[in-house]
């Protein structure tokens, strides 16, 4: 199977996290989610970040955390912020990192739905606003649409069937 590293991309509650800890779980490998790197290394989280500081700030903290978790080969599985992948530079640091960049394609309503679930609004700033957050998903489509592969989210998918997904990818491509 492809050693390449795996960065997850997609809407927030689209389930980067769940499904790259079931990745990484299958595949025997480390997981990093890009926000608990952003809060090791910045000492606060995003929230805090884009709060305190403005989302401008965070975004550059997110590109640094990305950058050293992909030097330091920390983790074989990562799943990003929602945002970080709509940046340039932190595609091509993927890209020149040798990583396969992974789109969980959710339908917003999904996304949205498994916000409200968590409770987590309020700790997500771009989803505090519904029409707002509506808005970010259909601008960040674009950006998404760039990843390597694309894996569709259905609401009875599971994390470890979209996992083998990924990983079938994984052995297809050695």
């Not at 700030?57 to 599985?77: C, I, M, N, Q, S």
């Not at 309503?109 to 997500?124: F, K, M, N, P």
């Amino acid at each position: 199977m492809s050693r390449r590293p795996v960065v997850i991309t997609g809407f927030m509650g689209a389930g980067k996290t769940t499904v790259g800890r079931a990745l990484a779980n299958l595949l025997g490998e480390t997981f990093i989610d890009l926000d608990d790197a952003v809060r090791e290394f910045e000492g606060r989280g995003p929230r805090e970040l884009i709060d305190e500081e403005g989302e401008q700030y965070f975004r550059e903290a997110e590109t640094r955390a990305l950058r050293l978790v992909l030097e330091r080969g920390e983790a074989r599985v990562v799943a990003t912020g929602g945002g970080a992948w709509t940046l340039a530079r932190n595609r091509s640091l993927t890209a020149s990192h040798g990583c396969l960049s992974v789109w969980l394609d959710a339908p917003f309503d999904l996304c949205l739905r498994r916000i409200d679930t968590e409770g987590a609004r309020d700790s997500r700033p771009n989803a505090r606003d519904a029409e707002r957050a509506a808005r970010l998903y259909e601008e960040r489509l674009a950006a998404y649409r760039q990843a390597d592969m694309r894996v569709n989210v259905a609401p009875e998918a599971g994390a470890e069937e979209l996992a083998e997904e990924i990983a079938a990818a994984l052995r297809a491509r050695r």
